[in-house]
């Protein structure tokens, strides 16, 4: 990703981010926007150049228009290094193509080359979309978690 499309993929994962948290009852609405920046100024301190972290426009071909984006980070797990997704978005527009897929088939060979054995993720429950493609492309549930809301009297 160039420094120049980091403004706008930043408000994007921002609002997209935001509105998962909402759909999987997590955060409160009037909240979400404020929780979603924070959280992504810590993890991208320093945009495009923050270390270990790797950021990707979606294209619709090689020199073609500019599709959705991805985002990846080497991390530590177990005495190793994996690449762990923290979001994939494909523009609505653009959707039900193949280019969330075919993003996700270009990730495994840049992360061998980059010395990392896995690709970890979180998917909400609510977004059964990406739960289906994630599954159809060979990963496997690792765990859930799960809630429940309770009424302001505590019954």
């Known amino acids: 990703m160039r420094a120049e499309s980091f403004a ?8 997209g981010y935001a509105a998962d948290n ?3 009852g997590r955060w409160l609405a009037h909240e979400a926007v404020q929780l979603a920046r924070a959280e992504t100024e810590r993890l991208l301190p320093h945009g495009v ?12 071909c090689a020199d073609g228009d ?26 609505p527009s653009f959707r039900r193509r193949g280019h969330a897929r075919a993003a996700l088939n270009a990730l495994e060979p840049l992360a061998g080359t980059l010395g990392l054995f896995e ?16 599954r159809t492309a060979g990963y496997d549930v690792t765990s859930i978690s799960m809630h429940k809301h309770l009424s302001p009297d505590g019954a």
């Open 8 to 15: 706008g993929f930043f408000e994007q994962a921002v609002a």
């Open 22 to 24: 909402v759909a999987s």
């Open 49 to 60: 150049a923050t270390p270990d972290h790797h950021l990707y426009d979606i294209k619709a």
């Open 66 to 91: 500019t599709v959705g984006h991805l985002w990846f980070a080497a991390l530590p797990r177990g005495g190793r290094r994996i690449a762990y997704l923290f979001q994939i978005e494909v523009y």
């Open 119 to 134: 690709i970890a993720l979180n998917v909400f429950g609510s977004n059964a979309e990406a739960q289906w493609l994630y």
